[in-house]
Structures are given as structure tokens and as C-alpha cells.
């Protein structure tokens, strides 16, 4: 389909029987850049052939190439990225060319796209061969042990007169934090008794008996 500047460029949907790693360039500038074209589309992957098309039609200054690439994803790959694009002056018109496929071939691209889809639609699936690690199942007798031994475990105290940090200083400010908070205990206990000996002489107080000053007749 011609191209102009006015009219956008035509745009159509390819199936995997529409694609092939069999790729057609046409508008390459009749210049002998065969080499510098089989370069261009080696950057897109690994490409086994590239040679010309002498019997096809063409336009004018202009030569048509037929390029063979090993996978077909890297010949999407080369037509998506290249398709229209400027090469020694001439924008390139790239089409696949299924029509060159043998039947191996054929056979080839659909097992792939067939993996494609699958690969897409289940991906765990491909996890499925990791096998999968799981703790093993404790008996009674380990359970029983387990058990034993939690109850039984010692208690470990640290040492309040422990120094935690490498500097001095800091094991200072923790030594005097300490003092001080033993102190505000000492001071709670000693409040404790204090307090418990006020209520002891209140509470006669609350029980005084009443005095009977209604008259009697």
C-alpha cells in the first residue's frame, strides 16, 4: 500500500499463520549495501541468510531482499522496530513471507506459539517441577521431648552491674538510670506500710457510735 505523508500508514493485524522468519525488504537503495543491510538486521537477532530478489518487481534505484532469520521472534522483533524506517535515504517496507516456509517450518512455528499461549495462560505451570520443600512431620516422642525441655528450660538473668556498651560514658548514664530507679523503688516500698497504718487508725474514726438525742415521754 502507498505511502504519502497525507494518508497514515495502513495498519493490520498478524496471526501466526501470517508471520514467518522469512522476512521481504523492499525500497532498499540499489547501492550493493547487502552486507550493511544483513548487519543492520543481525543487531535483532541471528540471521542465516540475506540475499537479493533479482527476479522481483521493484521500483526504480531500488532493490528487493529476502532475509531468513533463525527464530521467528526475532524476525517480529526486526519488522516491528525497522518497518519504515530510514535506511541510506530510502524508508524500508519489510512484510513477512510465509510463502517461502517448508513444511517443517510450519510445523515448527505453531508448536511454538503453542508454548507461548500456554506459558502465558498458566504461568505456575512451568513451576510445578520445583519440588517444594516441607517440614517434616514431628513424632511423639520428639513432640514429647519438645515439650519436656520448654517447661524445664532455665531462666538466664543478665546482670544489672553488666556493661552492654563499648564506652564508659554509656555505661554510666545506664549505672546511674539504674540507682535512680532502684531509689524510686525503695521509696515505693517504704510509702507502702506508712500508708496501710494511717488507714488501720482512720477507720475507728468512721465508727463512732450515734447518740440517742430524741425525747422520750
Known amino acids: 500500500m502507498g505511502r504519502t505523508k497525507e494518508i497514515p500508514p495502513a495498519v493490520r493485524v498478524y496471526t501466526v499463520c501470517d508471520e514467518s522468519r522469512y522476512l521481504v525488504v523492499r525500497k532498499v ?19 542465516e541468510e540475506c540475499k537479493p530478489m533479482d527476479a522481483e518487481d521493484c521500483e526504480e534505484f531500488t532493490d528487493v531482499y529476502w532475509i ?4 521467528i521472534a526475532n524476525a517480529r522483533f526486526a519488522k516491528r522496530k525497522l518497518d519504515d524506517s530510514v535506511f541510506l535515504g530510502n524508508r524500508l517496507q519489510i512484510s513477512y513471507a510465509p510463502e517461502f516456509e517448508t513444511l517443517s517450518d510450519t510445523k515448527d512455528k505453531l508448536e511454538t506459539r503453542r508454548k507461548e499461549v500456554l506459558s502465558r495462560t498458566n504461568p505456575q505451570k512451568g513451576k510445578g517441577s520445583v519440588s517444594q520443600v516441607t517440614k517434616p512431620a514431628l513424632t511423639t516422642q520428639s513432640e ?12 538466664t538473668r543478665v546482670s544489672s552491674d553488666q556493661e552492654y556498651f563499648g564506652s564508659s560514658s554509656m555505661n554510666q548514664t545506664v549505672k546511674t538510670v539504674r540507682e535512680k530507679l532502684n531509689k524510686i523503688e ?3 516500698k517504704q510509702k507502702r506500710p506508712e500508708a496501710s ?21
Open 186 to 188: 525503695e521509696s515505693g
Open 197 to 217: 497504718s494511717q488507714n488501720l487508725q482512720t477507720e475507728p474514726d468512721l465508727k463512732r457510735t450515734r447518740v440517742d438525742n430524741r425525747r422520750r415521754i
Open 144 to 155: 514429647t521431648d519438645y515439650q519436656f525441655h520448654r517447661r524445664n528450660a532455665p531462666i
Open 68 to 71: 531468513k532469520f533463525r527464530l
Open 29 to 47: 537503495p540499489a547501492l550493493g549495501c547487502g552486507d550493511d543491510l544483513m548487519r543492520l538486521f543481525a543487531t535483532y537477532g541471528e540471521v
